[in-house]
């Protein structure tokens, strides 16, 4: 039995702020490893993990990859393009075989929300959700909070302002779940067209006004336009325009210049944020993407039934 009480992470709605902490301060500590010449501990030697992305990525799938192997683990990637799918076959028949091949682990990106759940209900192995649709992911929710953590602290009370595609964009619910978990104070910004009604039901603050957001922020987690989730259904008239009444600028943060830039990537320049400010000195993006891996570290390691992490293991 491992210390966490969940089996799966599917998403950080209900994930209790113990659990929380618990996978905080792990991967503050699988952290020190990736600083080392030789970046590699043998925790999960013997384990099996699965990437399964049916959808495109590039920072959550080479950083998962990259967090086993820093932990030791056996990996297999498998992506939908170029696979049996394109013949016909089920996501279930895909799954059930990728596991009669005898693995521990899988990590799922899909683009139906709900994916990752399904396959609870389908394998043995542990799931860890990669992203699933507009729904959750959760392990980018965790790295960001990761990164406002060794920034601002203990985040009781702290201002996190999301600014973009509300509706589409599955970073936004899980950064709200796991920030109002541990205390946070939490707007949300963008056209009304893409924020989903009743959201102030999460405990959230609405804004419509970028200015606003930025004015009561200690940090701006700035999110993508999800264009390829909005099935071109015009709910704002251009990129341009979006960029006027809601980019984040190096002139409109003049209202609140120490305000902390984060983004989950990729970055539309340009669009939700300007090229200065992505790589400005306020941004901590890269730094986001660091934390990316040792958080990843620590929810494998946890959810293998790792106990508290020891000074011999790292
Ligand atoms: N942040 C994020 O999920 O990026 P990828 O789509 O590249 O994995």
Redesign the pocket.
């Known amino acids: 039995m491992g210390i966490l009480k969940i089996n799966h992470l599917l998403g950080l709605e209900g994930v209790s702020q113990n659990d929380l902490i618990t996978i905080l301060d792990t991967a503050n500590s699988f952290r020190q490893i990736l600083e080392r010449p030789v970046k590699k501990v043998p925790t999960l030697r013997g384990k099996t993990i699965a990437n399964l992305f049916f959808e ?6 080479v ?1 998962f990859e990259l967090a086993e192997k820093r932990l030791s683990a056996d990996t297999v990637n498998f992506s939908a393009s170029g696979s049996s799918v394109s013949k016909g076959e089920t996501l279930k028949d895909t799954v059930r075989n990728i596991e009669a091949m005898k693995i521990d682990m899988v990590v799922c ?1 899909h683009s139906s929300p709900g994916a990752a759940k399904y396959l609870t209900e389908c394998l043995d192995s542990v799931i860890i959700n ?2 699933d649709g507009s729904h959750e ?1 959760p392990t ?1 929710g965790l790295l960001d909070i990761m990164t406002l953590r060794e920034k601002l602290g203990d985040l009781e009370g702290k201002k996190i302002a999301i600014v973009g595609d509300i509706a589409f964009g599955r ?1 936004a619910l899980s950064n709200i779940y796991g920030l109002k978990t541990l205390g946070a104070d939490v707007m949300v910004c963008g056209p009304s067209t893409l924020i989903p009604r009743n959201i102030e039901e999460l405990g959230v603050k609405v804004s419509y006004r970028v200015e606003e957001a930025i004015e009561f922020a200690d940090a701006l987690n700035v999110l993508r336009i999800q264009l390829e989730r909005q099935n071109g259904t015009g709910l704002f008239p251009t990129l341009r325009e979006y960029n006027r009444f809601f980019g984040v600028s190096k002139e409109r943060l003049k209202i609140n210049p120490d305000v902390l830039i984060l983004h ?3 970055i539309n320049r340009g669009v939700e944020l300007d090229s200065d400010v992505a790589d400005g000195n306020s941004s901590v993006i890269l730094e986001q993407v660091t934390n990316g891996v040792a958080v990843r570290m620590a929810v494998l390691y946890l959810l293998s039934g790792g106990q508290e992490v020891t000074d011999e293991q790292i």
């Not at 495109?56 to 799938?61: F, G, K, L, P």
């Open positions: 495109n990525s590039t920072r959550t799938r950083s990106r990669a992203g992911h980018q970073v989950p990537g990729p």
